[in-house]
């Protein structure tokens, strides 16, 4: 059955340091791969997404994630992080066999110390 | 452009009692879902839809009914809430399987 982890639940960081976010899917194919931010009581908004082509994907708020196929993960990363990105992240994952299903992780729950 | 809108924003039913919570987009995507959002369990898909007149079960569809009548209206019916139903909502909408969703901003429901 298909799947995704976010083996992290909870990551803290100080503003201006870098940021990786783990996120890996069980699944035989490529799937089509999504990173989404959620801010408190809001809804999810779409940040990146990856479903060919080159494997290292930009999107919005400066974040960028690279799909790697050998190891099934699909890690969302930003260089600098600003005290506005604290939020929660969730990989999500879709395109399975013609269906129209999507599968979310758990979500990591991201503070930024100032 | 309103996107995906939601209504209510929050509600509070009693065990027992029936509702509708509403969806509407105005992008005219063909596929709408419905989540349910709870601590530590991510987003579980409860229904689907490919179109008007379409839907499909998602992985927690029990206690729950849609119907798509049109492009632009997805509801979720609770039939008769239960105390587990207790969560956030959330409707979204999409082109297709690669653009990836737009999401209203939710609906907390709480059952006594």
């Known amino acids: 059955a298909q799947s995704v982890t976010q083996p992290d639940i909870h990551i803290t960081v100080s503003e201006g340091a870098s940021l990786e976010l783990r996120c890996n899917y069980s699944?035989?194919?490529?799937?089509?791969l999504f990173w989404y931010v959620q801010s408190p009581g809001q809804g999810l908004q779409l940040l990146l997404k990856?479903?060919?082509?080159?494997?290292l994907v930009q999107g919005i708020k400066g974040f960028e994630a690279e799909f790697k196929r050998s190891q099934s993960s699909f890690n969302l990363r930003k260089p600098s992080v600003h005290w506005s990105d604290a939020a929660e992240y969730f990989c999500a994952v879709g395109g399975f066999s013609g269906t129209y299903k999507y599968i979310f992780g758990t979500g990591t729950r991201l503070k930024v110390l100032a | 452009n309103a996107g995906v809108t939601q209504t209510p924003k929050f509600q509070v039913l009693k065990t027992g009692q029936s509702m509708t919570l509403q969806c509407a987009q105005d992008m005219n995507h063909e596929y709408m879902s419905w989540y349910r959002q709870d601590p530590g369990m991510g987003l579980r898909l409860i229904h689907y839809s490919v179109g008007a007149g379409i839907t499909d079960q998602g992985e927690v569809p029990n206690g729950y009914n849609v119907s798509r009548s049109t492009t632009e209206d997805f509801p979720l019916r609770l039939l008769s809430a239960a105390p587990s139903q207790t969560s956030v909502y959330f409707c979204a909408s999409s082109f297709g399987q690669d653009y990836g969703y737009t999401f209203g901003s939710g609906t907390r429901l709480t059952v006594v």
């Open positions: 990856y479903f060919s082509g080159d494997t």
């Open positions: 699944y035989g194919a490529t799937p089509y």
